[in-house]
Nanobody, 116 residues
């Protein structure tokens, strides 16, 4: 059974930092591209960042470039999202996603709240 468990969300002031973690089990971690998405109330779920398993390439939404960093620790089956200089508009539920040519899995989400 595949599980993606996110952690690290919470309340932070604007300008602050958080690091989200997503630990995967039940899948061959280094065969999956890992990504983070987010969904704010009343909005569609949107792409935030991804880390491609084949070559380690990373991709970011324009809105987070230069502030967020995605990384992967294969030994821990964990993907991270370091979020710096958080803005009010970054507040959302953040979801971890594991995708391959055959499968697509989601975590349960972790809430990020940004206060002014």
């Amino acid at each position: 059974q595949v599980q993606l468990v996110e952690s690290g969300g919470g309340l932070v002031q604007a300008g602050g930092s958080l690091r989200l973690s997503c630990t995967a089990s039940g899948l061959t971690f280094n065969q999956y591209t890992m990504a983070w998405f987010r969904q704010a109330p009343g909005k569609e779920r949107e792409f935030v960042a991804s880390h491609v398993h084949k070559d380690g390439s990373t991709y970011y939404a324009d809105s987070v470039k230069g502030r967020f960093t995605i990384s992967r620790d294969i030994a821990k089956n964990t993907v991270y999202l370091q979020m710096n200089n958080l803005k009010l508009e970054d507040a959302a539920v953040y979801y971890c996603n594991a995708i391959s040519n055959y499968d697509d899995y989601w975590g349960q989400g972790t809430q990020v709240t940004v206060s002014s």
